[in-house]
C-alpha cells in the first residue's frame, strides 16, 4: 500500500480537542484515527512519524470504532506512544506486543502520607539521600530482594500479593491497585528462562530513562468533593513512582514480537508495518502471548510494591514511626486488558491495547475500587522533573469516546540524544536545585536526557484531556525531590 504524507488539513476537526482521519485517506484502513489535541499541538504532532504509526494501527484485523491517539501522543514501537486500539476477540481480533510496549505494565503509584510540607521540609534532604539508597536505580542495576527461581515464579503467578507474602506492603495496598496487583490469566512457564534471569535481582528498583520517584506536594484542588474522596487535601505530601517491569518485561515483548513477525503470513495477516506484529488473540500464539504479558504484568506491579515498603521503610528510619503512608492508586499504562465495552448499542468483549495510555474508567464499573466507584477511577499524569504532575478522575464521557482511557504523561517531544545535545546535566541539577527541589540522581547526562525541555507541556495536555472529558482534575502535585536513575 503506497502510502502519502500526512498534511495538517488531514486532521478534520470533530469537536473541540478531537481531530479524525478518516478512512478516505488510505485504502487499508478499516476504521478512522482519532487524535486528541489541542490546534496549537498540531505542528509538533506532525515532526514525527506517530501519525503515520497511528493510521497503520487502524488496518489491524478486527479492530473496532477508530485508533485513538492521547495528547502525549509521539513516534513508538509499532504503535505511537500514547496509542489506543480495542480489537474484537470474537471477529478475528489480534493481539500485537506494539500495541502494549517493550516495558509491559510500566505504570504510576501514588502515596499518601500524613505530613504536610512544612512538617516534611527539615527531613527532605536526608530522606531523598535514604530513598535513593533504598530504591536502586540506573540502567540494568539489581536490587535488595535477591528472588530464588520459585519466588520469582510465584511473582509472576501472584504479582503484588505475593509480594504481601513476602512481607512487603498490605492487603490495604493491594485494593487500590489496577487489578489488585494480579491479572490471573498469567502463565510463568512462557516467560523465557533469559526474561526471567533478568528479572531475578530487580524487584525493587526503578530503572533508567523516564522512571522515577518524587516526593511532592498538593498545590492545587481543581474538585475538591473528588480530592477528598482520593484522600488530597491542600499542602498533603505525597509520593509517586513511576516504572514497570524492567529487563523481565523487556525481553518478554522481544520474544514474542521475534516469533509473530515470523507466524504473520501463515495467518494471512498482511500490514503496512512489520512492528505491528501481532496474532490472532484466539490463536495458541495470541493466548501464549497474553498469557505470558500477564506474568511480566504481575512483575511490575510486585516491583512498585516493594518500592512502596522501601519507601515506607526510609520515612521511618529519617522522619520516625508516626509516620503512615497508604496507596491512592496505582495505574498500568503498557498493557492489554479483556473488557466490556458498548459500541453503538452492542456490548462487546474487546482486547485493549493501551501503550502509554492510562486506563481512566468512569464512575459505577465494577473494576473501581468500591470508595472511588461514585467519583470515577483515578488517573495519575506525571509531569517531568520540576513541573507538575496531576490527579484526574475517570468520565462517563470517556468511556463513550476513548475506552475509558487517558495519557500516561507530558510525551516526549524530542529524542534523549537531541536533548542531551541542548541541556548540560549539571545546570539542569544547578536550575532544579535553585528552586528549591532536592534532585538524587547519580548522572547529570541522565538528568539532561530527561530535562523538561525535551517533553511536552505537561498542563496544556492535561488541560485537552480535560477539555475533551476523558478525565477530569482533580488535584496538581509539584515535586519537592526527585529520585532516579541515570
Known sequence: MEKRMIMKNDLIKVEEFLYEIPTSFRADMRVPAHVFLSEQMIDSVLGDRSIEQLINVTTLPGIKKAAFAMPDIHQGYGFPIGGLAATAIDQG???????????????????????????????????????????????????????????????????????????????????????????????????????????????????????????????????????????????????????????????????????????????????????????????????????????????????RHVITHNVREAFKTVVGSNVHISTMYDVSHNIGKLEKHEIDGVLMDLLVHRKGATRAFGPERRENPAKYNAIGQPVLIPGTMGTSSYVLAGSSKGMEKAFGTSCHGAGRSMSRIKAKGMVRGSELRDTLESEGIVIRCDSNAGLAEEAPIAYKDVDNVVNVVHGAGLAYKVARCRPLAVIKGG
Not at 504510576?108 to 530522606?127: C, D, F, G, H, Q
Not at 526471567?196 to 511532592?216: C, M, V, W, Y
Not at 505525597?238 to 523481565?248: A, K, N, P, Q
Open 93 to 303: 481480533g489480534v493481539i500485537s506486543p506494539g500495541g502494549i510496549g517493550y516495558d509491559i505494565n510500566c505504570g504510576v503509584r501514588l502515596l499518601i502520607t500524613n505530613m504536610l510540607s512544612a512538617e516534611i521540609k527539615p527531613y527532605l534532604e536526608n530522606l531523598a539521600t535514604a530513598i535513593f539508597h533504598n530504591v536502586p536505580s540506573g540502567v540494568g542495576r539489581g536490587g535488595k530482594v535477591d528472588l530464588t527461581k520459585g519466588e520469582l515464579e510465584h511473582i509472576l503467578r501472584q504479582g503484588a500479593a505475593y509480594a504481601v507474602k513476602m512481607g512487603f506492603g498490605d492487603d490495604s495496598d493491594l485494593e487500590y491497585c489496577e487489578e489488585h496487583g494480579c491479572m490471573t490469566n498469567a502463565d510463568p512457564t512462557l516467560i523465557s528462562d533469559h526474561a526471567k534471569k533478568r528479572g531475578l535481582d530487580q524487584l525493587g528498583t526503578l530503572g533508567s530513562g523516564n522512571h522515577f520517584l518524587e516526593i511532592q506536594r498538593v498545590d492545587e484542588l481543581f474538585d475538591t468533593k473528588a480530592a477528598a474522596v482520593f484522600g488530597l487535601e491542600l499542602d498533603r505530601v505525597v509520593v509517586m513512582i513511576h516504572c514497570g517491569s524492567r529487563g523481565l518485561g523487556h525481553q518478554t515483548c522481544t520474544d514474542y514480537v521475534r516469533m509473530m513477525m515470523g507466524k504473520m503470513s501463515g495467518w494471512g495477516i498482511t500490514l503496512p508495518d512489520r512492528e505491528l506484529a501481532c496474532a490472532p488473540f484466539s490463536s495458541p500464539a495470541g493466548q501464549e502471548y497474553f498469557n505470558a504479558m500477564a506474568a511480566a504484568a504481575n512483575f511490575g506491579w510486585a516491583n
